[in-house]
């Protein structure tokens, strides 16, 4: 069993930036794909960055201002965004899939308001 821990959420002005943190109890190593998600009020969960062999997949609504990263010395994954837009608001998940199973975190709230 893996537990994930999201961090780094909160509220942000438009234009601002945010640093999500996606801490993994356990080796991330052991995943092929780690990626981030997010859901906002009244819509389905999307993808917004998804990690594996070889590519990385980005929506086309964040591309350019988010950057999806790794640490596997630390067991974490982030999610940099930059230049923040009120359509950016959402709850943010983490999502680590492999062998060993398919895990989401808690989430975030994440609030890009004026």
């Known amino acids: 069993q893996v537990q994930l821990v999201e961090s780094g959420g909160g509220l942000v002005q438009p234009g601002g930036s ?10 991330i ?13 009244g819509k389905q969960r999307e993808s917004v960055a998804v990690m594996s062999p070889g590519t990385t997949m980005y929506a086309d609504s964040v591309k350019g201002r988010f ?26 998940y983490c999502n680590l899939a492999g062998p ?3 895990y ?4 975030t709230q994440v609030t890009v308001s004026s």
Request: positive net charge; aromatic residues 12%.
């Open 18 to 27: 945010l640093r999500l943190s996606c801490a993994a109890s356990g080796s």
């Open 67 to 92: 950057t999806i990263s790794r640490d596997n010395a630390k067991n974490t994954l982030y999610l940099q965004m930059n230049s923040l837009k009120p359509e950016d608001t959402a709850v943010y």
């Open 29 to 41: 190593s052991r995943f092929f794909a780690m990626g981030w998600y997010r859901q906002a009020p």
């Open 104 to 107: 989401w975190g808690q989430g």
């Open 100 to 102: 060993i199973g398919n």
